[in-house]
């Protein structure tokens, strides 16, 4: 169904919903994520100008680590891992919800041994993500918990 003209879309189960692609998580193909799908379950209106977004992460993989203009608000559908928020590390599992507020660090792993699913709320009109530079990244790896945690 098109989810901007209304009504149901149907999950078959396992955090997969009927007539919706799984695609790639980024789609410039790099280096600096690993394993990641991602799926479109609501495209925006003109009334709610916002994507739905739902991304899984396999068992130890990673999303970029980025920033932003835009926010992100997610919520852990399936499994478990763990996130940076700024210069916080948090385990996440189950119907936690996390806010990306703009310009903050962030990164998702699925690094407890299971596949890490999220839902993410996210505004149609966004910026880019920026990656860190070195510059940033050394000032990321001042903190000792977020040094272990990063991947790039
Ligand atoms: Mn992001």
Redo the contacts with the bound molecule.
Sequence with gaps: MDTRLGGVLQTVGNCRWAGVDVMPYKEDGGTHFRTISRQLLFPGTEAMPMEWRYFEVEADGY??L?R?GHV?VVMVLAGAGRVLVGDAVTEIGVHDVVH?PPMTW?QFRADRGDRLGFLCLVAVDRDR?QRPTDEDLAGLRANPAVAEFVRV
């Design positions: 999303s970029t980025e932003h992100h990306i962030h993500p």
